[in-house]
Nanobody
Framework: QVQLVESGGGLVQAGGSLRLSCAASGRSLSNYNVGWFRQAPGKERELVTGIRRISGTTYYADSVKGRFTISRDNAENTVYLQMNSLKPEDTAVYYC????????????????WGQGTQVTVSS
C-alpha cells in the first residue's frame, strides 16, 4: 500500500507559479499511475493531469495545457505538478491520487489519495 502526502499549495497572484509535490511512502510511486485532481467549492473533483507508470506518457486537461507540467522523480519517490500562469479559476484543493489500473479521469479509478493542498489564486 502506498501513502501520499501533498505539499506546496498556497496563495499566489494571477500569473504566478506554484509547484506541488506528491511524496509517497510505503511503495515505489513508479509502480503507479498518478493523477493530480482538483476540487473547487461546489464542483466535482476533476482530473487535471496524470502520468502513466510504465510509459511515462502524460495527460492534461484542456484547461491547463501549456501551463501545467507533471513530472516524476523516482529517486525522491515524488510526483510534481508545476503550475505556471495561474488563473483565479485554478483555485481549488489539489489532490494527488495513485492506482495501478489505467490512468483515467474518474476519481473512482484511484485507490490511493493524499489529503489535499489548497491553491488560491487571487485576481
Amino acid at each position: 500500500q502506498v501513502q501520499l502526502v501533498e505539499s506546496g499549495g498556497g496563495l499566489v497572484q494571477a500569473g504566478g507559479s506554484l509547484r506541488l509535490s506528491c511524496a509517497a511512502s510505503g511503495r515505489s510511486l513508479s509502480n503507479y499511475n498518478v493523477g493530480w485532481f482538483r476540487q473547487a467549492p461546489g464542483k466535482e473533483r476533476e482530473l487535471v493531469t496524470g502520468i502513466r507508470r510504465i510509459s511515462g506518457t502524460t495527460y492534461y486537461a484542456d484547461s491547463v495545457k501549456g501551463r501545467f507540467t507533471i513530472s516524476r522523480d523516482n529517486a525522491e519517490n515524488t510526483v510534481y505538478l508545476q503550475m505556471n500562469s495561474l488563473k483565479p479559476e485554478d483555485t481549488a484543493v489539489y489532490y494527488c491520487a495513485a492506482d495501478v489500473r489505467a490512468l483515467g479521469v474518474s476519481p473512482s479509478l484511484y485507490n490511493y489519495w493524499g489529503q489535499g493542498t489548497q491553491v488560491t489564486v487571487s485576481s
